[in-house]
C-alpha cells in the first residue's frame, strides 16, 4: 500500500505487494454544493481503496466536466482544478488496477456516450464475465468507439459502452437492461447531465451506502466517507438495487433478487476501521476476531504488539482476552510513501526499516507476541521477526487474525497468485519455520466469522476456502490483463475497430495537455483529464 493510507503492514519491503482494494467510488447530488470539493474530500477518506489514480466528473445540468490522472487524490487535484469543476452532482473515483493496467488511458471515472447526452462513471469491484460483455459490445455497436477505442483496457469502459443505449431508451432503462447481465463483484456509480446512479451486485460483494445532506444525497464505499462531508448515514444500498436521485428525489428499482455474500477481507483488513459494513462496525470486529485469536492459541508471553496499522485492533483484543499487557513495539514513519528513488542493495536489506523501526527498549529481552491481519507470501514477516530479534527479542510469536489464505480473489481484490501465497504449498509449522518464529496461531474459519457478526452464508470467505459464491468463467476469460492480452479475439478486434477518436464522440470534449485550454467551447465543456503522457 502506498503511504498516507494509515495500513503498512503489506508494504514494508520495496517492492512487496500486499492485498489491493480494487478502487472507492463516491456519488453525490446537492444543489448549492461545492460537489467538487465534497468529492475530493470523500475520496480522501476512500484513498486507502486505491492510489493508483483518482478522477472527478461533474455536471450542471447541462454539461459534464471531468478531471482525473495518475497519483494520489493529494497529487491529482489542487483548488484551481477543483474550482473548475463546477455543477450540482459529481462522481469521483480512486483506483486501484484489478482488471487493465495501471495507466493514465484506465483512469475513471470513465466517459460515454448515451441516447441523451453523456455517461461518467465510477466503478469498485471486478466483474468475471468481461469477456462475454466485450462480446457484446462488439455485437451491438459495430463501429467501436468511446474510451475503448482509445485504449483503455478495463471492464468498466466495457460497461460504460454498454450503457450507450439506442435513441428509444433512457440511461435509467438502459442500466436496468444491462446490470442483470453483469456478473462478479460491482458498486457502480454514474451519471448523466441530470441524474446521479448508484448500483450495487446482487451479492453485496463490495460495501456501498448512501447518506443524506441537508441539501442533498450521497452515495459511497465507506460510511468514514459519509462522515468526511458531514452526511448522516440513511442505509447500504441494498445488493441487486439500482439507485437514481435527481430533482424530483431518489427512487429506487431492483434489477436482480438478493444473494447476499459479503466480502469477509473487508472486516479483516480492507474496509477502515472507522467503516461500519451491514450494520457491524469494522474496528470492533477487528478487536473481536484478536479475543478470539487469545482464546485459540495462548503462549506465555510479556508484551503483545501490532504490526502497524492494520494489526492494531486485533492485537488490542489479543492483550484483553490473554491478559498480556499491549504496547508499541515499532515505531512507524508515516512519511514513507510512493517513492522512485530505488534503495540501494544495503539499504534494501535493512528496507523494512525504511518504514517501521523497533523500540529496542521496549523489545529487548521480551518474549513478544506479534499481531498482523494476514499472510500473503511471507516475506514482510520473515523480515520483521529477522528485525525484532535483532532489537532484542527474546521469543517471537507470531499471530494472524484470520484464516491462511490459500486462493485467489476474482472480485476485485489484488492478491498474489496462488502459487505465491506462501499459505498454499506450506502448513502451519513449514510456514512457522519459513518465516523464523517461535509459533505462529492463525484465527480459525469459525472465529473470523463469528467477530463479524454476520451469517456464514451471507459472507464470501474464497480467498479462504476456495468456495466461489459466484460462478466463474474458464481460466482463459479470467485475468487482471484480459483484455491486454495478444491474440486474444476481444483485443484483436478492439484493435482493427479501433481509431483516433476525438472527445466529442463521447458526447464531451476535452483537451489532452493538462489544464491548458483549448478553443473556449471545448473548455467550457470538458476540462482536460490531465497530462495523459506522464506515468507514475
Given at each position: 500500500m502506498a503511504g498516507g493510507d494509515g495500513r503498512l503492514s503489506h508494504d514494508l519491503l520495496p517492492g512487496e505487494k500486499g492485498p489491493q482494494d480494487a478502487c472507492g467510488v463516491f456519488g453525490v447530488w446537492a444543489p448549492g454544493e461545492e460537489v467538487a470539493k465534497l468529492s475530493y474530500f470523500g475520496l480522501y477518506a476512500l484513498q486507502h481503496r486505491g492510489q493508483e489514480s483518482a478522477g472527478i466528473a461533474t455536471s450542471d445540468g447541462s454539461k459534464i466536466l471531468i478531471y482525473k490522472d495518475m497519483g494520489l487524490v493529494s497529487q491529482v487535484f489542487n483548488e484551481n482544478a477543483l474550482n473548475s469543476l463546477t455543477g450540482h452532482i459529481a462522481v469521483g473515483h480512486t483506483r486501484y488496477s484489478t482488471t487493465g493496467a495501471s495507466s493514465w488511458q484506465n483512469a475513471q471515472p470513465t466517459l460515454g456516450r448515451t441516447s441523451g447526452g453523456t455517461v461518467a462513471l465510477g466503478h469498485n469491484g471486478n466483474l468475471t464475465n468481461t469477456a462475454e460483455l466485450m462480446q457484446l459490445v462488439h455485437?451491438?455497436?459495430?463501429?467501436l468507439d468511446g474510451e475503448l477505442s482509445r485504449g483503455n483496457t478495463t471492464d468498466t469502459a466495457v460497461v460504460t459502452a454498454l450503457l450507450t443505449g439506442d435513441l428509444d431508451h433512457t440511461l435509467e432503462a438502459t442500466a436496468l437492461e444491462v446490470l442483470p447481465r453483469l456478473r462478479g463483484a460491482f458498486c457502480l456509480v454514474f451519471m448523466d447531465e441530470h441524474t446521479l446512479y448508484a448500483a450495487r451486485d446482487p451479492q453485496g460483494v463490495r460495501p456501498l451506502v448512501l447518506?443524506?445532506?441537508?441539501?442533498?444525497?450521497?452515495?459511497?464505499?465507506?460510511?468514514?466517507?459519509l462522515d468526511i462531508v458531514g452526511a448522516s448515514f440513511v442505509r447500504e444500498v441494498e445488493p441487486g438495487e439500482l439507485i437514481a436521485i435527481d430533482e424530483n428525489g431518489l427512487r429506487t428499482q431492483r434489477f436482480a433478487a438478493e444473494k447476499r455474500a459479503g466480502c469477509v477481507f473487508e472486516y479483516v483488513y480492507l474496509a477502515r476501521p472507522d467503516t461500519t459494513?451491514?450494520?457491524?462496525?469494522?474496528?470492533?470486529?477487528r478487536v473481536e476476531m484478536g479475543r478470539q485469536l487469545a482464546r485459540e492459541h495462548e503462549v506465555e508471553a510479556d508484551l503483545v504488539i501490532p504490526t502497524p496499522e492494520s494489526g492494531t485492533p486485533a492485537a488490542i483484543g489479543y492483550a484483553q482476552?490473554?491478559?498480556?499487557?499491549f504496547g508499541q513495539g515499532l515505531v512507524k514513519n508515516?512519511?514513507?510513501?510512493?517513492?522512485?528513488?530505488?534503495?540501494?542493495?544495503?539499504?534494501?536489506?535493512?528496507?523494512?526499516?525504511?518504514?517501521?523501526?523497533p523500540l529496542k527498549e521496549v523489545i529487548k529481552g521480551k518474549r513478544l507476541v506479534v499481531v498482523d491481519d494476514s499472510i500473503v507470501r511471507g516475506n514482510t514477516q520473515r523480515a520483521l521477526v529477522s528485525m525484532l530479534r535483532e532489537a532484542g527479542a527474546a521469543e517471537v510469536h507470531v499471530r494472524i487474525s484470520s484464516p491462511p489464505i490459500t486462493w485467489p480473489c476474482f472480485y476485485g481484490i489484488d492478491f498474489a497468485s496462488r502459487a505465491e501465497l506462501?499459505?498454499?504449498g506450506l502448513g502451519v509449522d513449514e510456514?512457522?519455520?519459513?518465516?523464523?518464529?517461535?509459533?505462529?496461531?492463525?484465527?480459525?474459519?469459525?472465529?473470523?466469522?463469528?467477530?463479524?457478526d454476520q451469517p456464514r452464508e451471507r459472507l464470501c470467505t474464497a480467498c479462504f476456502t476456495g468456495v466461489y459464491p459466484i460462478e466463474l468463467p474458464d481460466a482463459h476469460h479470467l485475468g487482471k490483463n484480459l483484455l491486454e492480452r495478444p491474440g486474444d479475439d476481444a483485443v484483436e478486434t478492439a484493435a482493427e475497430r479501433a481509431a483516433t477518436v476525438t472527445a466529442t464522440d463521447t458526447g464531451a470534449?476535452?483537451?489532452?495537455?493538462?489544464?491548458?485550454?483549448?478553443?473556449?467551447?471545448?473548455?467550457?465543456?470538458?476540462?482536460?483529464?490531465?497530462d495523459p503522457g506522464r506515468q507514475e
Amino acid at each position: 500500500m502506498a503511504g498516507g493510507d494509515g495500513r503498512l503492514s503489506h508494504d514494508l519491503l520495496p517492492g512487496e505487494k500486499g492485498p489491493q482494494d480494487a478502487c472507492g467510488v463516491f456519488g453525490v447530488w446537492a444543489p448549492g454544493e461545492e460537489v467538487a470539493k465534497l468529492s475530493y474530500f470523500g475520496l480522501y477518506a476512500l484513498q486507502h481503496r486505491g492510489q493508483e489514480s483518482a478522477g472527478i466528473a461533474t455536471s450542471d445540468g447541462s454539461k459534464i466536466l471531468i478531471y482525473k490522472d495518475m497519483g494520489l487524490v493529494s497529487q491529482v487535484f489542487n483548488e484551481n482544478a477543483l474550482n473548475s469543476l463546477t455543477g450540482h452532482i459529481a462522481v469521483g473515483h480512486t483506483r486501484y488496477s484489478t482488471t487493465g493496467a495501471s495507466s493514465w488511458q484506465n483512469a475513471q471515472p470513465t466517459l460515454g456516450r448515451t441516447s441523451g447526452g453523456t455517461v461518467a462513471l465510477g466503478h469498485n469491484g471486478n466483474l468475471t464475465n468481461t469477456a462475454e460483455l466485450m462480446q457484446l459490445v462488439h455485437d451491438r455497436y459495430p463501429q467501436l468507439d468511446g474510451e475503448l477505442s482509445r485504449g483503455n483496457t478495463t471492464d468498466t469502459a466495457v460497461v460504460t459502452a454498454l450503457l450507450t443505449g439506442d435513441l428509444d431508451h433512457t440511461l435509467e432503462a438502459t442500466a436496468l437492461e444491462v446490470l442483470p447481465r453483469l456478473r462478479g463483484a460491482f458498486c457502480l456509480v454514474f451519471m448523466d447531465e441530470h441524474t446521479l446512479y448508484a448500483a450495487r451486485d446482487p451479492q453485496g460483494v463490495r460495501p456501498l451506502v448512501l447518506g443524506r445532506l441537508e441539501r442533498g444525497w450521497v452515495v459511497a464505499s465507506e460510511t468514514a466517507a459519509l462522515d468526511i462531508v458531514g452526511a448522516s448515514f440513511v442505509r447500504e444500498v441494498e445488493p441487486g438495487e439500482l439507485i437514481a436521485i435527481d430533482e424530483n428525489g431518489l427512487r429506487t428499482q431492483r434489477f436482480a433478487a438478493e444473494k447476499r455474500a459479503g466480502c469477509v477481507f473487508e472486516y479483516v483488513y480492507l474496509a477502515r476501521p472507522d467503516t461500519t459494513i451491514a450494520g457491524r462496525g469494522v474496528y470492533e470486529a477487528r478487536v473481536e476476531m484478536g479475543r478470539q485469536l487469545a482464546r485459540e492459541h495462548e503462549v506465555e508471553a510479556d508484551l503483545v504488539i501490532p504490526t502497524p496499522e492494520s494489526g492494531t485492533p486485533a492485537a488490542i483484543g489479543y492483550a484483553q482476552a490473554s491478559g498480556i499487557p499491549f504496547g508499541q513495539g515499532l515505531v512507524k514513519n508515516s512519511y514513507v510513501g510512493r517513492t522512485f528513488i530505488q534503495p540501494s542493495q544495503t539499504i534494501r536489506q535493512r528496507g523494512i526499516k525504511l518504514k517501521l523501526n523497533p523500540l529496542k527498549e521496549v523489545i529487548k529481552g521480551k518474549r513478544l507476541v506479534v499481531v498482523d491481519d494476514s499472510i500473503v507470501r511471507g516475506n514482510t514477516q520473515r523480515a520483521l521477526v529477522s528485525m525484532l530479534r535483532e532489537a532484542g527479542a527474546a521469543e517471537v510469536h507470531v499471530r494472524i487474525s484470520s484464516p491462511p489464505i490459500t486462493w485467489p480473489c476474482f472480485y476485485g481484490i489484488d492478491f498474489a497468485s496462488r502459487a505465491e501465497l506462501i499459505a498454499t504449498g506450506l502448513g502451519v509449522d513449514e510456514v512457522r519455520q519459513s518465516i523464523g518464529a517461535d509459533s505462529l496461531g492463525y484465527l480459525s474459519e469459525d472465529g473470523m466469522i463469528a467477530a463479524t457478526d454476520q451469517p456464514r452464508e451471507r459472507l464470501c470467505t474464497a480467498c479462504f476456502t476456495g468456495v466461489y459464491p459466484i460462478e466463474l468463467p474458464d481460466a482463459h476469460h479470467l485475468g487482471k490483463n484480459l483484455l491486454e492480452r495478444p491474440g486474444d479475439d476481444a483485443v484483436e478486434t478492439a484493435a482493427e475497430r479501433a481509431a483516433t477518436v476525438t472527445a466529442t464522440d463521447t458526447g464531451a470534449d476535452a483537451t489532452s495537455d493538462g489544464c491548458e485550454p483549448g478553443p473556449d467551447s471545448e473548455y467550457e465543456r470538458l476540462i482536460a483529464y490531465g497530462d495523459p503522457g506522464r506515468q507514475e
